[in-house]
């Protein structure tokens, strides 16, 4: 996403959201200046575009820490109230924290795998898959999802997690949400904050699921994935939600919500090895 400033007369742009970022910082501009993106209908203050909104929010409050010390930071840890006809639900900080984004996603997936294994039959693993050197294991390995039982249990993991894309966008519909979200403080809606309307739930939901899993493909989901963290990092949002006009929330990740979302992905994957083993 590409900036256009109007400031003090002078016209800056087109700048990234890192370059806005800086100017904030430096008080080069103002968030009074008038603003505008590609598909915005007219100027308005940069305090009021979306696109800016946890821009300005970081850049004041780091403001105000510098004036009046850390514990003023303690206001954003503060529910905010929901917009008129929107749901309320998890504490919002628009702060943007990719790594969050991807724990949450592989909770998610992690725990569709736990159900998927808990209701089909897992094939045995021969001593030789848990013992002797790599290729050994590997070879075995091989063997086993190679036998009938092995490709039932790769078909019904493939179609848990292409099912789970439908549930998925049901579920951010309804809440916002997902359990793996939902542990690590992300909310979904417009970008005005009201509920995301079923069919954009359910697009984002795919649209995520191909162009920033990779639909979990190696190669093409470790290129997916790179290219959406560092989008995120330069733009301050995802192509998902720039193209479909939504907004991704966070809560603060405070010491709590850590140590209980490293509880729970470990009590999932031990419940997942248990089963597998």
């Given at each position: 996403m590409e900036f256009y400033i109007s400031s003090q007369g002078k016209k800056l742009g087109?700048?990234?959201?890192?370059?806005?970022?800086e100017l904030l910082r430096d008080k080069e501009i103002s968030a009074k200046d008038l603003g505008w993106v590609r598909d915005q209908e007219k100027w308005m203050p940069l305090e009021e575009m979306p696109a800016l909104e946890s821009t300005i929010r970081a850049v004041r409050r780091k403001e105000r820490e510098q004036k009046l010390g850390p514990e003023v930071?303690?206001?954003?840890?503060?529910e905010q109230p929901a917009p008129d006809g929107a749901k309320s639900g998890l504490p919002v900080s628009r702060e943007v924290q990719p790594f969050a984004r991807f724990w949450a996603?592989?909770?998610d997936y992690f725990l569709v795998s736990a159900l998927v294994?808990?209701?089909v039959e897992v094939p045995t693993l021969p001593q030789e898959a848990t013992l002797g050197d790599f290729w050994s294991q590997f070879r075995a390995q091989q063997e086993v999802l190679a036998s009938e039982a092995g490709q039932k249990l790769l078909m019904m993991l493939l179609i848990g997690i292409w099912s789970w894309q439908l549930v998925e966008g049901i579920l951010?519909?309804?809440?916002g949400t997902t359990p793996g979200k939902a542990l690590f403080g992300i909310r979904v809606t417009t970008q005005d904050g009201s509920p995301v309307p079923i069919f954009r739930a359910m697009g984002r939901s795919i649209y995520v699921f191909v162009a920033g899993f990779g639909m979990g493909i190696n190669i093409l989901q470790a290129i997916a994935m790179a290219a959406g963290f560092f989008?995120?990092?330069a733009k301050g949002n995802t192509f998902w939600d720039q193209h479909l006009k939504l907004k991704t929330?966070?809560?603060p990740m405070g010491l709590v919500r850590i140590l209980v979302a490293v509880g729970a992905f470990f009590a999932l994957m031990a419940?997942?090895?248990f089963k597998v083993s």
């Open positions: 087109p700048l990234s959201l890192y370059r806005v970022t930071v303690l206001e954003d840890v503060k996603r592989w909770f294994v808990t209701f951010i519909w309804l809440f989008r995120l990092l929330h966070h809560a419940a997942y090895a």
